[in-house]
């Protein structure tokens, strides 16, 4: 007689691990009563890449503001305070912020938190299956048939964690999406997010490779988008570095974007002008294409110097505040680190994960139109929305 899990989660990653690990935590579900399966060798690959390999599962500013997706289902989500600090800490992983909000575990390793999940899984006798892709899901009634290529499982429970489409190389590339519109659930249009931008080239030439501190405005048919601080890394199709990583979540699917960079963002205009005019005076002898040397970076201000016809202090000043490149798109899904789109949240529950048209069907992590900034926030909802659905699991039970 095959063996009916009570709940089987799809997918081994970020949300999918937590789901399991909630699931087998207390007396509902006995450990070898959850089946984690997943596609890849082994579970994790993406977990432990977040951060550099360092680990940003959260961040101290929870703000909602940073979440993207329906504003409504995102309030109703994170009104019970989840908090992925308190959780980690008790499974043995204590948390340690950066001066900017990003949370990472104390030894600064993703792997580490992976190793706890699944040493804590094993110790709960929780059946974890790698190379088991999940070809198709139905439900007979009361009871969920799982084939992948090689078995067949059943499960009273379901739980998607499938991720989307951002980064292939961990096994994400859309294709799971199917799982849940087999289901009659509605997928929204897609688009990479935290992903480096393509922008006209004419005015970066020759500042590959190079970086600098800016404040970075967002704009769509001059509507301001959002605005994003930090370091932007200049490359030969345009730009990156995290201050671009931060604003690419509300320009990926927008168009006629355009990036308005502010040089020196710790001071005025009035300031950089007054700095540029002293210049000028104290020293003459400076050639007129390295009037910037010793403020930005030498190239970069060359470049930005071959755009102003007219170097007047006030004009030099205007420029270095107001630096606008066009936006031509983005280096697309197999770049970005988080998918912008997803299967829509209209019809999930926001308080149980589960879906409002199969009952026992719970949809967790980056499968869901939710999507965060950079800095910790999407693992942070991946990680609740795991718990969130393994908890209702626990208490229908």
Known sequence: MNKIYKTAVIGGGASGLLCAAEAVTGNEIKGDNVIVLEKNDRVGKKLIATGNGQGNVTNSDLSLSHYHGSRGFIEKFFSDGFNTEKYLYGLGIPLIYSENGKGYPLSKQASAVLDVLREYLASKNCVTETDAEVTGIKKDETIFEIKTKNKTYYAENVVLCTGGKAGKQFGTDGKAYSLATGFGHKLTDLFPSLVQLKTETERIKGLKGLKEQVKITATSNGKVLGESAGEILFTDYGVSGDAVFRISSVVADKENVELKIEFLPNLTESEVKKIIEDKKKNAPFIPENELLSG????KIGQAI????????????????KNFKLKVKGTLGFDYAQVTKGGISTDDVNPFTMESKKTKGLYLAGETLNVDGDCGGYNLNFAFASGVKAAKSIKEKI
């Open 295 to 298: 403020i930005i970076n030498k």
């Open 305 to 320: 110097l071959k755009t102003i016809k007219q170097p007047a202090a006030e004009n030099v000043a205007k420029t270095l």
